[in-house]
């Protein structure tokens, strides 16, 4: 792909999913990529979006090119936001700009995205797919989805306060004191956690819940009221700390006992999701009618079918007088710092994967082992392959 006398060439294409505003590069990570021996080439008008211009990244050393085109046929390595299978309509005219022996790092939806992994595999090129990257502590600065989560937790609380008829806080006025909203988080991840701290800032009664009785220091830590459900939820926790999907009789006496919360909620902020699943049913109809009129919910499971049972993806939708937010792509509407956390990550994750000026590929490694979907025009990830039906790689067959 490369040799030692030219510096490995990092591509950055502009983001083609609509209302995509993330760049996958910004320009102050660009002389750090350059310190660590790669070129960046950058599409004209990639970051326009982040309200970066073409001028930044080449003041800090970046080349701009005009044609989509010559970004990936001069690039080793294209960084992308999303790439082909996060983007399967306009991504999809991406590929006939491939070629064999390039790699792409950035997000592909690979779980849900099974056939448009197999189509970058027969051309020959290496695909990392970084939310597939293992939630382990030597991985947290490459940990994309914690980054875009945090993003996501902290704006959602803001569409709610904007859509609240009611303020935040509990204020002492002249008028008579003002009580404070009541705002319930459903799940306690990144995105939960983050929305708990922001809504306490706004001066909000929080409230909290999760199938993991592991984070209750962590809710409790920042302010909020842990909900505790006695159920059996030992098993509610996958080795890589994702909350795993339960039956529907769990999910059943988890609602029963929720109803009465959530019909005491102002708002409520939904989070819960399982990787490749379906976002399981947490608010029913039922709960959405014991709210009263003006209430918000926003739910940021929308993109995979809703914590809500009347969310819907993209739209606000009004029920017996309570709103229910569906936001899709919510770190895209903050993408300056979006841009900035996620550049940040793909450079560590690079370094990881780049030594003495090569991209290597030790499959002894859990993080490359994760990451990397297809490699010499095959899938080699495991689970990917077993999803498309495909025989299981033996020992030392990757190369």
Known sequence: MTNDAKPLSVGVPKETFPDERRVAVVPDIVPQFVKSGMKVILESGAGIESGITDA???????????????????????????GYGANPDRGRSDLEFMRKGQSIIGLFEPLTSIHQIKDI????????????????????????LSSMATIAGYKAVLMAANALPKMFPMLMTAAGTIAPARVFIVGAGVAGLMAIASAKRLGAV???????????????????????????????????????EMDEEFYRKQREMMTKVVAASDVVITTAAVPGKKAPVLITSDMVKGMSPG?????????????????????????DGVLILGPANVPSTVPFHASQMYSKNLL??????????QLQFDMEDEITRGTLMTRGGDVVHPGIREMLGLEPITQGREG
């Open 348 to 357: 560590t994750f690079l370094k990881h994967l780049v030594k003495d000026g």
């Open 295 to 319: 209430s918000v919910i926003v739910d940021l499971a929308a993109e995979r079918g809703g914590n809500c049972e009347l969310t819907k993806q993209g739209e606000q939708v009004v029920v």
């Open 121 to 144: 595999a027969d051309l020959g090129v290496n695909l990392f797919a970084v939310e597939m990257m293992p939630r382990i502590t030597r991985a947290q600065s490459m940990d994309t």
């Open 206 to 244: 929080v409230s909290a819940y999760d199938v993991r009785p592991a984070v209750k220091e962590q809710v409790q830590s920042l302010g909020a009221e842990f909900l505790e459900i006695e159920l059996a939820a030992a098993d509610s926790e996958d080795k890589g700390g994702y909350a795993k």
């Open 56 to 82: 930044a990244f080449r003041d800090r050393g970046a080349v701009i090119e005009s044609d989509r085109s010559e970004v990936f046929e001069h690039s080793d390595i294209i960084l992308q936001v999303r």
